[in-house]
């Protein structure tokens, strides 16, 4: 297996501009989860969703974040407009729902590092 | 919301000895977690414990699941410089399955030759 997918691995951009994160889970999982990670704060859950469907998001940090899983094999991450504190590491991570109810263990993708000048 | 603590913060050790960390909770959890983060990369499970009291090894490391179910330590025995990055305990909580790991604050490993 591939493993999870994400796209871009690095984007720089100017303040107020639109950014676009992507990810492709590993197939066959159930669950696909959004990460911030930053020095200050470590490892920040965003959202996560469970059969393409949001399931908590109380994570987002502002309404300027946005996050879609059209299918079952792709995922968005949107920041309009972004803003220099925006820049961190996102990872986006998929894991699989056991048959006795619990999730197994979260597989992480290669995060795509944000910059916002 | 429901933490967990992780201890310690950081460590610079030489090359051969043992490393021990652990994590802590004031609630219950039903799974720990040990992830292991390269630069640049993203975390990669380590090793996974699914009850209480067990202990699991793997290769050089070996993690424990607390018999209370609020804590886990894991040990890397005769540390080489490979073994360097950011260990990341976590867990999912007992109140229920959301899906969702709660993570620790990270333990940064150095090894010198």
């Known amino acids: 297996d591939a493993g999870v997918i994400q796209s871009p691995r690095h984007e720089v951009t100017e303040m107020g501009q639109e950014v676009t994160l992507r990810c492709k889970p590993i197939?066959?999982?159930?669950?696909l989860f959004w990460y911030r990670q930053t020095m200050m704060r470590g490892l920040e859950l965003l959202i996560y969703?469970?059969?393409?469907?949001?399931?908590?998001d109380s994570g987002m940090p502002e309404d300027r974040f946005s996050a879609k899983m059209p299918n079952a094999s792709f995922s968005t991450l949107k920041i309009q407009p972004s803003e220099p504190r925006d820049s961190a590491v996102y990872f986006c991570?998929?894991?699989?729902?056991?048959?006795?109810?619990?999730?197994?263990?979260?597989?992480f993708g290669p995060g795509t590092r944000l910059t916002v000048l | 919301g429901q933490q967990l603590n992780q201890s310690p913060q950081s460590m610079f050790i030489q090359e051969g000895e043992d490393v021990s960390m652990n994590c802590t909770s004031s609630?219950?959890?039903?799974?720990w977690l040990w992830y292991k983060q390269d630069p640049g990369e993203g975390p990669v499970l380590l090793i996974a414990?699914?009850?209480?009291?067990e202990l699991t090894s793997n290769g050089r490391l070996t993690a424990q699941f607390g018999i209370t179910r609020k804590d886990s330590f894991l040990n890397i025995s005769a540390s080489i410089p490979s073994d360097v990055g950011i260990y990341f305990c976590a867990g999912h909580p007992g109140s229920g399955n959301t899906g969702k790991l709660i993570f620790g604050q990270g333990t940064t490993l150095q090894v010198k030759p």
């Open positions: 414990l699914y009850k209480a009291g």
């Open positions: 197939s066959g999982h159930d669950y």
């Open positions: 609630s219950i959890f039903n799974t």
């Open positions: 969703f469970n059969n393409n469907v949001p399931i908590d």
């Open positions: 991570a998929s894991s699989l729902a056991l048959t006795s109810g619990f999730t197994d263990t979260q597989y």
